[in-house]
């Protein structure tokens, strides 16, 4: 599955999830661009990793994400692989728990992140992509198959990840082949709450009992880290995967078979 000579810009890889599926594709020989929001860890990644590109700004902003596969692009001649791992938690929070006036702004603020800016990063990256017949891979996740895993608004933005999915599989064929990854849940990401419930500084890594609560959930008895997971990425990325296109892969411990 190596990335040799492949070029990728990955949104959202400052922590967890997206920062080991960085350390992934590098171990796997690609050439790595980023677009982080937090300056601190997109200070981190470029000491950490001085021949990464590290763009900071925001995946929700088209000049952000130009910005970046234009960096891309420059440096490495082109761009074959967009990966977004980009995204916010409701913490669980139904519809009851929803005050009237917290709805619709935490509702615009869960569907910005968590699909908007796939949408708009993908886009910034169309023209490249098509010209290397390069892959996407999306971060989609097991609340968008299976109710229960988060509140009403991530798991119907996780749902629309699912048709960003299959959408832009079926238009963007056969120049771009367009996948997604489902994790389950994962110990050590930093995955926050919307700013719109105050809800900005709460991470689901700092949650007590986190690691025994995954393995109680899952039939295979295991909490994956970001490391488990980013396989998948490196799979769907290579030309191993070149005749899969509008699917998803699922490290998340067997959610799937549990009754």
């Known amino acids: 599955m190596t990335l040799a000579g492949k070029r990728a810009l990955i949104v959202g890889a400052g922590s967890g999830i997206g920062r080991a599926v960085h350390d992934a594709f590098v171990a796997e020989g690609a050439a790595v661009g980023v677009l982080e929001r937090d300056a601190a860890k997109a200070g981190d990644l470029r000491r950490a990793a001085p021949a990464t590109i590290v763009v900071t700004g925001d995946a929700t902003e088209p000049d952000a994400n130009e910005t970046a596969v234009s960096a891309v692009v420059e440096r490495h001649g082109g761009l074959d692989v967009l990966v977004s791992c980009v995204g916010v938690f409701d913490f669980n929070r ?38 290397a017949g390069g892959a996407v891979v999306l971060t989609a996740s097991t609340s968008g198959f299976y109710a ?43 995955l926050r709450g919307p700013l719109a419930l105050g809800l900005d500084a709460e991470s689901l890594a700092d949650r007590p009992g986190r690691e025994e609560e995954l ?27 070149r005749g899969i296109t509008g699917t998803f892969v699922h490290p998340d411990g067997g959610i799937g078979v549990k009754g």
């Open 94 to 131: 139904g519809v009851r728990d929803l005050g009237r006036e917290e709805l619709v702004p935490a509702f615009d603020e869960l569907f910005n992140v968590n699909v908007a800016s796939m949408l708009v990063s993908v886009q910034a990256a169309l023209s490249p992509l098509t010209a």
């Open 148 to 190: 229960g895993r988060g509140g009403v608004l991530y798991v119907a933005s996780k749902f629309a990840v699912r048709g960003l999915v299959v959408a832009l599989a079926h238009e963007l064929a056969p120049g771009i082949r367009v996948n997604g990854v489902a994790p389950g849940g994962t110990l050590g990401t930093d």
């Open 215 to 241: 393995r109680s959930r899952t039939p295979l008895a295991v909490a994956l880290t970001p490391d488990d997971i980013a396989g998948s990425y490196v799979f769907l990325a290579s030309d191993a995967a």
